[in-house]
């Protein structure tokens, strides 16, 4: 007689499934970090870029935090990272090239997938990792404001905005869905 697997209750993870959330999460802030880096590249000064400038000290913040957990918690980070280096920094600034609303509109975009993204963690992680959790949290509020920012900045008078908001979005989507395996 064999026994049934018991299934994985919630909020408790597979050392597998933490390291893909670290791993994707990891691959999720450099990618937003070269956005931005490509969005100052084009815009340098002005109002829009001292906003973008902030976004992106704390997304270098994110990005050191999730540093950090690779490394300590022994996670490979994507395969994909020069992928990501060229795609977020070339989004950034053809977006910045389009305009100052364009550049929010893609943060926008971004910052909503993460969210959606960071909220899903967090309802598999439960109680499973106090730590992970704590930080996903943080970094969600983050990204939210960045978002909330965008908008109240004319993200959605962007020209071609509900296009250009769904290409954006379906490319984080599917950035996630191979960051998470790759």
């Not at 395969?79 to 929010?104: D, I, N």
């Not at 949290?137 to 296009?163: K, M, N, T």
């Amino acid at each position: 007689m064999s026994r049934k697997a018991r299934p994985t209750m919630p909020g408790l993870q597979t050392s597998d499934e933490v390291a893909a959330m670290i791993r994707v999460d990891h691959a999720g802030e450099y990618g937003a970090v070269r956005i931005y880096e490509g969005q100052l590249a084009v815009l340098k000064n002005g109002p829009a870029a001292e906003k973008i400038r902030h976004m992106a000290a704390e997304e270098q913040r994110h990005l050191k935090t999730f540093d950090r957990l690779v490394v300590e918690r022994r996670v490979r980070p994507t395969a994909l990272e020069p992928v990501w280096r060229v795609a977020g920094y070339a989004l950034g600034a053809a977006t910045a090239l389009m305009g100052e609303k364009a550049a929010f509109a893609c943060t926008a975009a971004v910052e909503e997938v993460i969210d959606e993204h960071y909220a899903g963690q967090l309802e598999r992680l439960g109680d499973g990792d106090t730590e992970l959790t704590r930080t996903v949290a943080d970094f969600r509020a983050d990204e939210i404001a960045h978002r909330d920012e965008a908008l109240a900045s004319g993200a959605e008078d962007a020209p071609g905005y509900r296009v250009l908001s769904e290409a954006i979005k379906a490319g984080c989507r599917l950035a996630i869905a191979l960051s998470t395996r790759l």
